[in-house]
């Protein structure tokens, strides 16, 4: 397969945090989300992709080459934004797309002029005068108009209505219709990554918990309700969020085949409810405090 990004064991130490070995690949012709709480280390990991700090351990790839810090070829491949826009406020949006483009041999002064008429941005508004989902707009136009292979974002479309957000991701799903783009994006808003993302990558704490297909993790991952004379401690073990009443037990299994499989050998006459799950419900129950936890339904 090919991969524009890959993501070995990377490694980043700060005083109080750590990235722990942190790892994924994203194929060509694919968007993945990246997801996680606040300070799970999303900025961290994609800020180490970009080559803006420097890393303690692990291995980059980018388009199939390996990257380092001192590298500043790759980063023409990758249409960058990120969580704030820095831009130079007294300045038009037209002398802003004059100066950037300078920095890129690719960039397409037809391709840049058509995203502004699309995003309906005036090249005479001063950047002071831009609203919040302009700025990201004008961000998000900047990275496409070097024609980049690789889309990388952090938190695109937080803080923008709902009118904005699907703008832009309809945006993602534009560009990965060429199918040697990819997008990688961090979000807080599990909807959007529902919504476009093909692979789903969770950080929480500086470890990656889970970065799998989307459509395989929510074949896998299951809610399943049964009687409660089934309920043991091995078959509460293969289950999060656990519940259970006089009458039945409920929880989520990540693996319904594995699930079915041991019920059927331990309890061959029980019935299995089994109820599809929504990726907010995954990550909620990845984020589980307890899973062993019983609560009353
Ligand atoms: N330059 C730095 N020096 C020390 N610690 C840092 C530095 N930058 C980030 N951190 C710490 O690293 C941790 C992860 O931060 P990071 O910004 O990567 O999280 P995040 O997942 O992007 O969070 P958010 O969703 O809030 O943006 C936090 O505890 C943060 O305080």
Redesign the pocket.
Known sequence: MNYLLEVNNLCKN????RLKNVSFKLPAGYIMGFI??????????IKSIMGYINIDGGEIKVLGETVSRSDADYKQKIGYVG?EQYFIENMTVGWTLNFVSKFYTTWDDKLSMHLLKKYNISPSKKIRELSKGMRVKLSLMIALAHRPQLLILD?PTSGLDPLVRKEILDEFMEFVQDENHGVFF?S?ITEDISRIADYVTY?NNGEIILSDEKDRLLSRWKKVKVDIKYADEEVKENLRMYAQNAFYYTGITWDVERFKTIMKKKYPGAKIEIDNISLDDVLMSLVEVDKHASVSI
């Open positions: 700060y005083r109080e945090f996680g709480p606040n300070g799970a280390g999303k900025s961290t990991t969580e938190e961090s807080h950080i």
